[in-house]
């Protein structure tokens, strides 16, 4: 069954479509924890092989179209990624997570009950792991406590060498890369190499670019890191409480050293010339490049207007509404959207998991770089081609080879 997306275009600011499976999710579940009253959800969008992959977020208010919106898109990020050459093949996409501040004291308690409810699913079909506002290491000690080695045993338990498989995940996780750990770098880098080979390929150098990250958790902390690297000036970083700003390019090191783990920047830690704006000024600060990688819906029909920047790269899920797209394509700004920009997290798992890619940071930058430039030109080249937005070339692409990943499950597994 499929269903048509429609997208405007910056080419063509009229429609273009393509076919996509219609989002009739095959799980949705809805948990209420009986002793706070904490709503926590998960939706299994498709099946791959039996199994879902997708990751697992705490937040305030949380919802259930929220989640499902999520699922759908990691169904295009699985995907995405696919190279028949790999022993990795795409899973389907699910995502879940509690209705919760992932500050408050009883989230360790939440979450066991909650892994006791959904052991069935965490068992047999759904891989999950860190997302927004929850560490790995806090989803393990709950799986562990409800009997669970980990949250991804519904594939260990399909594989012929799961044991060499914990031994490469457990190795790769113990890398670290200038005293950050490698797997809170992967999903950051992977989406600055994306932003990167876009501007490239739109014939920027990364030398003359200023760029404004919107959220210093994982994702963006490590996306402003490796832009820094690349010779990109990262002038505006947003947090919770509002943005820092340099004109000359902040000191990203020292901010990422200062940084709490919830992604808050310490101010008291900021040279003086930092300037300091209210929570809402990072959409229409003058830069190059804008990396969203905060909560979803950050960009939308009231503020979409106010961007300043040429090109938009998703770094976190579903952070431009379909109405703010439709305003951006209107404008001519380019969007990169997460089920490309925002993999590197997803894909370096099960790279690592499958024995594609050694456990190593070197090896994880290479593939990752390898693969966002890959995928980027692949994209911009169909954009290009059929006049219409990168975000319709990237779901088209990753609709294409969900099903040819389909196919050849059997292979596998």
């Given amino acids: ?22 989002p009739t999710p095959e799980l949705e579940l809805t948990w209420t924890d009986p002793v706070t009253g904490t709503r926590g959800y998960v939706v299994i969008e498709r099946l791959i092989g039996g199994l879902a992959s997708g990751g697992f977020r705490v937040r305030d208010g949380l919802t259930i179209d929220e989640v499902a919106g999520l699922a759908r898109a990691m169904t295009l990020k699985e995907a995405i990624v696919y190279d028949p050459d790999d022993r990795y093949r795409p899973f389907g996409g699910a995502k879940g ?20 409810t959904i052991r069935p699913i965490l068992t047999e079909t759904w891989a999950t792991g860190e997302d927004l506002g929850v560490a790995q290491s806090t989803l393990d000690a709950a799986a562990q406590r409800v009997g669970l080695g980990s949250t991804i045993e519904a594939l260990f338990a399909r594989m012929d060498d799961a044991d060499e498989a914990r031994a490469r995940l457990a190795a ?20 600055a190499r994306a932003a990167i080979a876009l501007a490239e390929a739109r014939g920027r150098e990364p030398g003359s670019l200023t760029a404004v990250v919107q959220g210093f958790g994982s994702i963006g902390g490590a996306a402003a890191r490796e832009l820094t690297r690349a010779g990109v000036a990262v002038i505006g970083i ?20 200062a940084r709490d783990r919830f992604g ?57 509404t379909p109405a703010g797209d ?14 490309l920009a925002n993999v590197g997290t997803n894909a370096w798992w099960w790279w690592i998991v499958f024995g594609d890619v050694a456990p190593t940071a070197d090896a994880a930058f290479e593939r990752i770089d ?17 006049r219409t937005s990168l ?12 099903q040819a990943a389909a196919s050849r499950v059997g292979s596998r597994r």
Avoid: C, K
């Fill in 238 to 257: 947003a947090d919770r409480d509002g943005l820092v700003l340099d004109r000359d390019g902040l000191d990203v090191d020292a901010m990422l050293a």
């Fill in 1 to 22: 069954m499929t269903a048509t997306s429609t997208h405007p275009t910056a080419s063509d600011p009229t429609t273009s479509t393509v076919e996509i499976a219609a």
């Fill in 391 to 402: 975000r319709v070339a990237a779901h088209g692409l990753a609709e294409r080879n969900a």
């Fill in 326 to 339: 439709a305003i951006l394509a209107e404008r001519g700004i380019e969007v990169l959207p997460d089920v």
């Fill in 370 to 386: 390898a693969t966002m430039r890959r995928l980027v030109a692949s994209v911009v080249e169909a954009a290009d081609a059929g």
């Fill in 264 to 320: 808050g920047i310490d101010r008291a830690a900021l040279d003086d010339h930092v300037a300091e704006r209210d929570r809402d000024a990072w959409v229409n600060v003058d830069a190059d490049l804008l990396v969203p990688a905060a909560v979803g819906g950050a960009i939308h029909a009231d503020n979409a207007h106010n961007v300043r920047a040429s090109l938009i790269v998703e770094g976190g899920n579903l952070p431009v």
């Fill in 172 to 191: 790769a996780f113990d890398v670290e890369v200038e005293g950050v750990d490698l797997a809170e770098l992967v999903g950051g880098y992977g989406a």
């Fill in 97 to 116: 997570g509690v209705d919760l501040d992932p500050a408050d004291p009883r989230l360790d308690e939440v979450l066991e009950r909650f892994f006791t």
